[in-house]
């Protein structure tokens, strides 16, 4: 099956640092990507949906300056946390889209865990 | 806009028991919904996807069913395990929307 990485899987940073999650589809290609947030013990909330060579669509709510996302290639769309405060601590998680499937299933990553302190 | 609920919040039963896990959501109109495992402090593990076409999908000891006019989809785990414990969600992705909007989940703790 399709399989998507993150890295780091773990990552911890001072505040004020900037930390730069990467989300690869190993097997595919994805001309689509999408990053949650989950803070503990709450669902995943859809943060962004990346697209490769466009802009990022954030949701509402979500700071495009404080969360930079770049789809630079079919296989890779990072996410970096800029001047990064406790409250960003989180459970980052990304999926993909396999390009030629008409099903539209995504497929997720193992996450990353943001620590800010 | 999408909302997806999910009930109960969490459940715990003996092990042996069949149990149900629901969901709900508001807008009828999707694509597909998807059930996913997801524990603690891990990542999302697909278990059943559901085009909107379709009635269930079944995958050894589990069975989902979806009802798409009356917004509903259920997750049905037979003979649980303590093995099963951990957090079901369910996520809908809508015609409208390129995305998938999830539950809250349900924490299922299965005792032996």
């Known amino acids: 099956g399709a399989v998507v990485s993150q890295h780091p899987s773990w990552v911890i940073c001072k505040s004020g640092t900037s930390v730069k999650i990467e989300c690869r589809s190993l097997?595919?290609?994805?001309?689509?990507m999408f990053w949650y947030r989950q803070f503990p013990k709450q669902s995943l909330m859809l943060m962004a949906t990346s697209n490769e060579g466009s802009k990022a669509t954030y949701e509402q709510g979500v700071e495009k300056d404080k969360f930079l996302i770049n789809h630079a290639s079919l296989t890779l769309s990072t996410l970096t946390v800029t001047s990064a405060h406790p409250e960003d601590s989180s459970f980052y998680i990304c999926s993909a889209r396999d390009s030629r499937e008409k099903v539209r299933e995504q497929y997720f990553g193992p996450g990353t865990r943001l620590t800010v302190t | 806009k999408q909302e997806v609920t999910q009930i109960p919040a969490a459940l715990s039963v003996p092990e042996g028991e069949n149990l149900v896990l629901n969901c709900s959501f508001t807008?009828?109109?999707?694509?597909?919904l998807q059930w996913f495992r997801q524990d603690p402090g891990k990542g999302l593990t697909s278990l059943l996807l559901?085009?909107?076409?379709?009635r269930e999908q079944t995958s050894g000891r589990l069975n989902a069913s979806l009802d798409k006019s009356s917004g509903r989809s259920t997750l049905y785990i037979a003979a649980s395990q303590p093995g099963d414990s951990a957090t079901y969600l369910c996520a809908v992705s809508t015609y409208n929307n390129n995305d998938m909007r999830f539950g809250a989940g349900t924490r299922l703790t299965v005792k032996p």
């Open positions: 559901i085009q909107s076409s379709q």
């Open positions: 807008d009828s109109a999707i694509y597909n």
């Open positions: 097997d595919f290609q994805a001309t689509t």
